[in-house]
């Protein structure tokens, strides 16, 4: 058994897609273990997006992360990292799968930095040190 950290981004809380994303999640199989709504501090962000610190995307990534409320699921499965992965499709919203969260409902906004309504771990390394991040 495997957990992640998933992120409802402040894009899909805006757009009322709290639900839609939740059901895919719960539909594939995967069980919420744990979630919290909050608006999140720039020091929680600049630990979560540490490796991106120094990309012409940076700052704007942590304005846009801060700019309303995120929804922070701890997320359980066998092969869950990799799996949600999947569902949510590839970072650029324009060219994900159609099928993936992204693809399906996301787009591109022409801003500075891609609005592509979910995080999902990438790695078990990068899992448990999101989660203990989000919910510790
Ligand atoms: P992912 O979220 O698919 O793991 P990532 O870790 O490379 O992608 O980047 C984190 C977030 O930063 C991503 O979800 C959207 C934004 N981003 C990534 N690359 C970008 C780029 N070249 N221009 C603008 N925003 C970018
Ligand atoms: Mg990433």
Redo the contacts with the bound molecule.
Sequence with gaps: MENTLVLLKPDAVKRQLIGEIIARIEAKGYVIEDIDMLVPERDTLAAH?E??EGK??YE??LEFMSSGPVVALKVSGHRVIEGFRSL?G??DPTVAAPGTIRGDLGRDWGK???E?LV??S?SSLSAERELGIWFS
């Design positions: 997006y490796e991106h012409p995307f704007p990534l949510a590839t970072t500075k930095v891609v592509n995080h999902g990438d």
